[in-house]
């Protein structure tokens, strides 16, 4: 079984930053990615960013140039540096891991999720 905790949402004004951690734990053998998604309230949950084990990044195109998604393979932590928020970044953000257990069954863990809200 793996576990993901996240810490480092709240409220911030618009323009300012805050930074999120995920750490995965557990029987974990392998991680091959880690990411975060985020979902808005009346919207589906959206990818934000990802990163592989080899470092490769994805993002979503509104948080390009603003987030760094960072970390990974040498705790099993994954990062969110969110810079230059603003009101519609406001939303649950999960952390999610995918990877293989000790057992060397695949798995794909969520987080719980934490709250980032930016005020205008």
């Known amino acids: 079984q793996v576990q993901l905790v996240e810490s480092g949402g709240g409220l911030v004004q618009a323009g300012g930053s805050l930074r999120l951690s995920c750490a995965a734990s557990?029987?974990?053998?392998?991680?091959?990615?880690m990411g975060w998604y985020r979902q808005a309230p009346g919207k589906q949950r959206e990818l934000v960013a990802t990163i592989t084990g080899g470092g490769s990044t994805n993002y979503a195109d509104s948080v390009k140039g603003r987030f760094t998604i960072s970390g990974h393979n040498a705790n099993n932590t994954v990062y969110l540096q969110m810079n230059s928020l603003k009101p519609e970044d406001t939303a649950v953000y999960y952390c999610?891991?995918?990877?293989?257990?000790?057992?060397?069954?695949?798995?794909?863990?969520w987080g719980q999720g934490t709250q980032v809200t930016v005020s205008p």
């Open positions: 557990g029987s974990i053998f392998s991680i091959n990615d």
């Open positions: 999610h891991a995918g990877g293989h257990t000790v057992a060397l069954i695949s798995f794909g863990s």
